[in-house]
């Protein structure tokens, strides 16, 4: 089973704590985020996707961004994160297929 989370526009301090939460609420199993909508992603932001990230691959568990915006592809660059992490070629890391 794949869990969907759909990433708010803002992913500033205010909107951290909420995604981490429910981020948690799904962890243990396969997880897609939409990006589809995300317009400014801040520190803090970034900060629990990178730790998903890393929390995921850790368990053993596929996690994929979906649709991702070009705000945030942008700003992820900025802020020195792999691109990588962003693609659905990630999940050839975890040993399934995109």
Known sequence: MTATVVLAP??????????????????????TL?????????GQGLQVLLAAIRTWRADGCAL????VSEAL??????FGA???DLSADDLSVLGEPA
């Open 82 to 84: 792999s691109p990588d």
């Open 34 to 42: 939409d990006a589809s909508a995300v317009e400014r992603l801040g």
């Open 64 to 67: 994929t961004f979906l649709n």
């Open 73 to 78: 592809a942008v700003q992820w660059r900025q």
């Open 10 to 31: 803002v992913l500033d301090l205010r909107a951290a704590a909420p995604l981490k939460a429910e981020l948690m609420a799904v962890r243990g199993q396969a997880l």
